[in-house]
C-alpha cells in the first residue's frame, strides 16, 4: 500500500528482484482528502489469501500513518509488516510536492511516524532499498 505512486513502483521492483511475490499493489496517493484511507485499504487486504506480509509507503504530513499503527496494534495483526516513510529530511513546515506533504511541529513528522510504528513492531525502512 503506498501513498507514493513512483516509490510503490521502486519497492515493488525491489521486492521482485529479493524474490518476493506482490498479489496487490494499492497506491493511494498522499493528498489530505482521498478516495480510500490507508486503514481502509489495509483493511481490504489484510486477510487475503495471497497475503503473507504488507509493505506500507507512507511519506510526511497527516497522520495516517500513526493511525495505522494503532490500528495494527487493536487489531492484533499478526502478519509481518514493514514499512518506509519518504520525506524524512524535510525541512518542517515547508509543503513538499503536494499538499499533504507537510508538516507543523511534530505533527504529520517522519519522527511521529517511526515513533508509532515501533510502537507496533514495524520496522521502518531508511531507503526504499531496505524494504525487502
Do not use: W
Request: glycine share 12%; proline share 5%.
Amino acid at each position: 500500500i503506498s501513498r507514493s505512486g513512483t516509490l510503490m513502483y521502486e519497492v515493488s521492483h525491489n521486492l521482485s528482484l529479493a524474490n518476493f511475490g506482490q498479489s496487490i499493489c494499492l497506491g493511494i496517493g498522499g493528498d489530505p482528502i482521498n478516495g480510500t484511507p490507508l486503514i481502509e485499504a489495509f483493511d481490504r487486504i489484510r486477510d487475503g489469501a495471497n497475503i503473507d506480509g504488507v509493505v506500507v509507503v507512507g511519506e510526511i504530513g497527516g497522520d495516517a500513518e500513526e493511525m495505522l499503527a494503532q490500528h495494527i496494534i487493536d487489531t492484533k495483526f499478526d502478519k509481518p509488516v514493514v514499512a518506509y516513510i519518504a520525506g524524512r529530511a524535510a525541512p518542517k513546515e515547508k509543503r513538499m510536492g503536494h499538499a499533504g506533504a507537510i508538516i507543523y511541529g511534530n505533527y504529520g513528522s517522519a519522527e511521529s511516524k517511526v515513533s508509532m510504528y515501533a510502537k507496533a513492531n514495524v520496522p521502518v525502512a531508511k531507503r526504499p532499498a531496505e524494504v525487502p
